[in-house]
């Protein structure tokens, strides 16, 4: 099993739509969980921490999962400016460097 | 504040070539990282530095080293560039926080060797 996988998409959806993406973990331990985003050609930016009890910030909701060891991003009224890939990122343990998933695509189209 | 900046932004070698990266934060960040980044194979570590003076390898490190004498400053060498080196490198600072802390982003360097 790979350390962080996610679905690569395309994920096609148009302009107001709800979408979620999951990412699952293979380290149990894995203690610090992220969601990245990169737009075409530049370079990746947070977009959230993902914490125990669930978080959200604004049309964005992160989930965690721990025991079945998975995390989830949920997009909700999408916008066309949301079109971007979203790189979920966990640590292996407490105090070692963090791990890239490869990326989901998203596109949301008018 | 220019946050992270790297040079150069483009790049072409031929094999066998060296050349160094340069990334410059200004934000007093005590980590810095390198990566790089392929088509289909996402973000891997390179290199790291939690501090100035100190260096370590990260996931993969053949072929590429890094020196850290000033803070600000992490470069990237590459002694003799071979093709499976094309890439597109990020360079990433970060405060000191047991990894954590949000990670700032250069825009990158793509680099092709032929």
């Known amino acids: 099993r790979k350390e962080v996988e996610q679905d690569p998409g395309p994920f096609n959806v148009p302009e107001g739509a709800t979408v979620a993406f999951n990412c699952t973990y293979s380290n149990s331990a894995s203690q610090s969980f992220f969601w990245y985003r990169q737009d075409c050609r530049k370079e990746p930016k947070l977009l959230m921490s993902v914490y125990s009890s669930g978080n959200e910030d604004g049309r964005f909701t992160a989930q965690l999962n721990r025991a079945s060891q998975y995390i989830s991003l949920l997009i909700r009224d999408s916008k066309l400016s949301d079109s971007a890939t979203y790189l979920c990122?966990?640590?292996?343990?407490?105090?070692?460097?963090?791990?890239f998933g490869k990326g989901t695509t998203l596109s949301v189209s008018s | 504040n220019a946050g992270v900046t790297q040079t150069p932004k483009f790049r072409v070698l031929k094999t066998g070539q060296s050349m160094t990266l340069l990334c410059a934060q200004d934000?007093?960040?005590?980590?810095m990282y390198w990566y790089r980044q392929d088509p289909g194979m996402g973000l891997r570590l390179i290199h790291y530095s939690v501090g100035e003076g100190t260096t370590a390898k990260g996931e993969v490190p053949d072929g590429y080293n890094v020196s850290r004498l000033k803070k600000q400053n992490f470069l990237l060498g590459l002694e003799s560039a071979a093709p499976s080196q094309t890439s597109v490198y990020f360079c990433?600072?970060?405060?000191?926080?047991?990894?954590?802390?949000?990670?700032?982003f250069g825009p990158g360097t793509r680099l092709t060797v032929l």
């Open positions: 934000m007093n960040h005590e980590y």
């Open positions: 990433a600072s970060s405060r000191a926080g047991d990894f954590t802390d949000t990670q700032y």
């Open positions: 990122v966990v640590n292996r343990q407490a105090g070692t460097a963090l791990i």
